[in-house]
């Protein structure tokens, strides 16, 4: 159901969820493709705005079991998994407001606390490691002051469709709720060592028309194809239930990639992910037939 703030509010479980989440899935689709030809030039918010925003809605998250959760399905998982060198943030979402009464609502709290989830993992990765991760943003929708913030953060933000040439067997992808097509091309190339997005179930509920069903269906394939190699676990939604939160991370999984290897192949593997073309798109085009991202 519809909320007053325009935002779709989606229950975590049961098919009519489900359902929901697929519909939440195609109109982000759709935002995606109508925006990524005319990115904002102009921002409501300053910088100093969107940090206060963040630090207010990410409050209650910070705070809840998801949180705690969280951080613990990565600090005590770490060993045996896919080593990560490179974190890539997708289709977040804009922190900016079209006016100043928006302010906190639906759509900025999302985009807020799953900032903070992306940065929440990457700093326990990097609590492991002793080393830093670079990071990365790509969302059509940014507007100037969205992308001065980010960078405030030490997060570099790209231009569609440039970080999807980013993705390797030592990358983290992140992208909640991010739609079917956007998928296709982050997956196309190679799988990364940790996935952080839409399960299974829900990428099978998505209603899409027949034209890219082809695409769906790869997409359906290369999660699978993760999951075979990877440890699965249901992105933890907060005990004590709150709405918001409980449907911020709908339908989402974490799978990380098991480490097999032994520290030299995995070295190769990544020296060969680095020498392929990254700045063309030629593959991906290939693997997503007839879309674009802009």
Partial sequence: MASDDGWQ????????????????LAMEAVN??????HPPTSSVLSAAEITADHEKLCSRWRASSSYTDLRAIIAEH???????????????????????TDRGCRASHDAH???????????????RTSKKIKCY????????SDKAYLSSLGIDVLDSPAAFGLVTARTFVFGIHLPHYAWGYALAEHLPGLYVGTDLRSLDGVNIGLAEDEVLRKVIG???EMSREADRWAFPVA??????LGATFAGTDILWR??????DAVEEEEKEAQGEEKGSTAGLEKEVTGLSLG
């Fill in 137 to 144: 943003a790509q969302e059509p929708s940014f507007t100037p």
């Fill in 239 to 244: 005990g004590e239930w709150d709405s918001w």
């Fill in 222 to 224: 290369r999660v699978g």
């Fill in 258 to 263: 098991r480490q097999e290897k032994d520290g």
């Fill in 32 to 37: 995606m493709q109508t925006t990524a030809d």
């Fill in 78 to 100: 770490f060993a045996g998994h896919a080593l990560i060198t490179t974190a890539v943030c997708l289709g977040l979402g804009s922190f900016d407001v079209k006016i100043l």
């Fill in 113 to 127: 606390v799953q900032l903070e989830a992306f940065q929440t993992i990457v700093k326990v990765l990097e609590e």
């Fill in 9 to 24: 509010h989606i229950p975590p479980r049961g098919r009519k969820g489900r359902q929901r989440l697929a519909d939440v």
